[in-house]
């Protein structure tokens, strides 16, 4: 069963670049089942969805952050990463990386998110 | 980007209530949305998927329904390890968004 890891700096200082690591253990990330996703919390508030990336490279991002926002998949590490530039304490937040598969449902696929880390918080401050 | 509006923000049940939730999108998206379930400090949860198919190991008291633009998550009696926010997730297009989350608390 595939599992999931968030590593990386608890602490950023303002227009740094924010870097988080995601291993996956029981399961290759060269899986041609999963997107590979990020989503982020800030502390008592909602989940905003940051982007996805397949196991061939391609990826989508939020419009919100796609001009800061770079998702990448490391296969001799079995990781994927999160790197989001020129950060401020909006970007403060608890970090998620998410594994979603399609499923087939009455002769159509639909997406899950079925798999996650527990989340690391990173605060933004100098 | 598609809105995602649930309602109620929070509710407040006693343990075998039955609690209904719902969220409405701002554009048709067929019956791409899954429900997930959040508790303190823990990732969110699947518990839905494909508006209506409950996920495996999941309890058969939380069912779901809807399509297009109107969707409701029920759970029929509601048992003290409900106790959670939960979060309906679009996936019909880019970005995938959330709703703001109803918080389910003890009455």
């Known amino acids: 069963q595939v599992q999931l890891q968030e590593s990386g700096p608890g602490l950023v200082k303002p227009s740094q670049t924010l870097s988080l690591t995601c291993t996956v253990s029981?399961?290759?990330?060269?899986?041609?089942?999963?997107?590979w996703t990020w989503i982020r919390q800030p502390a008592g508030k909602g989940l905003e969805w940051i982007g996805r990336v397949y196991t061939s490279g391609s990826t989508s991002y939020n419009p919100s952050l796609k001009s800061r926002v770079t998702i990448s998949v490391d296969t001799s590490k079995n990781q994927f990463s999160l790197k989001l530039s020129s950060v401020t304490a909006a970007d403060t937040a608890t970090y998620y990386c998410a594994g979603g598969d399609y499923v087939l449902v009455n002769g159509a696929y639909f997406y899950r998110v079925d798999v996650w880390g527990q989340g690391t918080t990173v605060t933004v401050s100098s | 980007a598609i809105q995602m509006t649930q309602s109620p923000s929070s509710l407040s049940a006693s343990v075998g209530d039955r609690v209904t939730i719902t969220c409405r999108a701002s554009?048709?998206?067929?019956?791409?949305l899954g429900w997930y379930q959040q508790k303190p400090g823990k990732a969110p949860k699947l518990l839905i998927y494909a508006a209506s198919s409950l996920q495996s190991g999941v309890p058969s008291r939380f069912s779901a329904s809807g399509s297009g633009t109107d969707f409701t998550l029920t759970i029929s009696s509601l048992q003290p390890e409900d106790y959670a926010t939960y979060y309906c997730?679009?996936?019909?297009?880019?970005?995938?968004?959330f709703g703001q989350g109803t918080k389910v608390d003890f009455k």
């Open positions: 029981g399961g290759s990330i060269r899986s041609d089942v999963y997107y």
């Open positions: 554009q048709g998206i067929r019956n791409d």
């Open positions: 997730l679009q996936d019909y297009n880019y970005p995938h968004t």
